[in-house]
Every structure is written in structure tokens, then in C-alpha cells.
């Protein structure tokens, strides 16, 4: 099972989140930015940026493995490589 920890810091137009990835074979880190603007599109604001993340997380753990995963990206680049991504995301929050 992975262990996933997100820890947030605010700015005037986005959020970035810093990810960390923890299973049985070690540790991952990441850096994702979630625009504001994004952000209030997919949750309506009913999650915290933390939330939202963590459940991107899951859904991207659930088609590759954390270590094809980059290290650094904006959250709306999932929906470039997985188009269900939105509505999905959607869907669990």
C-alpha cells in the first residue's frame, strides 16, 4: 500500500502542493501546482487543495506505477495523458 502525504503553501494564484509517495520499495517526491482558478473548476471549492490532490494521486497510482510519475507538473497536465481524468476526479470528490 502507498502512503500518500501532501502538504500545501498558498499563493496569490495557485497552490503548490508538495507530494510525497511512501510504499514498501521507498520514497518519491513531488512538486504539483494547482491554479486557482482549476482548482475552484473541479472541487467548487467543497475540498481542500490537499484533498484534491491526494485523490489525483490515488487515480494516477491506480494506472502506472509512482515511479513513472513526474516529479514536477501542473495537475491539469493529467488530463493530457488520461482524458477521463476531470470527470473522474470530479466523480470521487
Known sequence: MTTITVQQKEFPDHFQCDVQLKDNRGAKNFTVTVQKTDYERLTG???SPEVLVKKSF???L???PKESILS???LMVIGRYFPEYEQ???NRL
Open 72 to 74: 514536477r507538473f501542473d
Open 45 to 47: 471549492g467543497r475540498v
Open 88 to 90: 473522474e476526479i470530479k
Open 58 to 60: 490515488e487515480f494516477l
Open 62 to 64: 491506480e494506472r502506472e
